[in-house]
Nanobody, 115 residues
């Protein structure tokens, strides 16, 4: 069973940067596309970044040019570098597979951007 543990969230000011990390267990991690999601209060969870098993990336328009997803298959880690943060980026951030059946969700990591 795959377990996902997110970390790296914090309170930052407008324009700041953060790097989120997702640690995954499970022997098939390197075969999976992975994604970062976020959920703001009162809103649905949304997928903001995807990285394929081969390293191809895709982003939601709202974060394109500001966020960068990466992965280290040897360490079973997925990262999200977030730059030029805005108050609307405030949310709990989660990692999981982007398509199909999801692994059990982790606890997420809170990102709060103050203006």
């Amino acid at each position: 069973q795959v377990q996902l543990v997110e970390s790296g969230g914090d309170l930052v000011q407008l324009g700041g940067s953060l790097r989120l990390s997702c640690a995954a267990s499970g022997s098939i991690f390197s075969l999976n596309d992975m994604g970062w999601y976020r959920q703001a209060p009162g809103k649905q969870r949304e997928l903001v970044a995807v990285i394929s098993s081969g390293g191809n990336t895709n982003y939601a328009d709202s974060v394109k040019g500001r966020f960068t997803i990466s992965r280290d298959n040897a360490k079973k880690m997925v990262y999200l570098q977030m730059n030029s943060l805005k108050p609307e980026d405030t949310a709990v951030y989660y990692c999981n597979v982007p398509y199909g059946s999801k692994y059990p969700w982790g606890q997420g990591t809170q990102v709060t951007v103050s203006s």
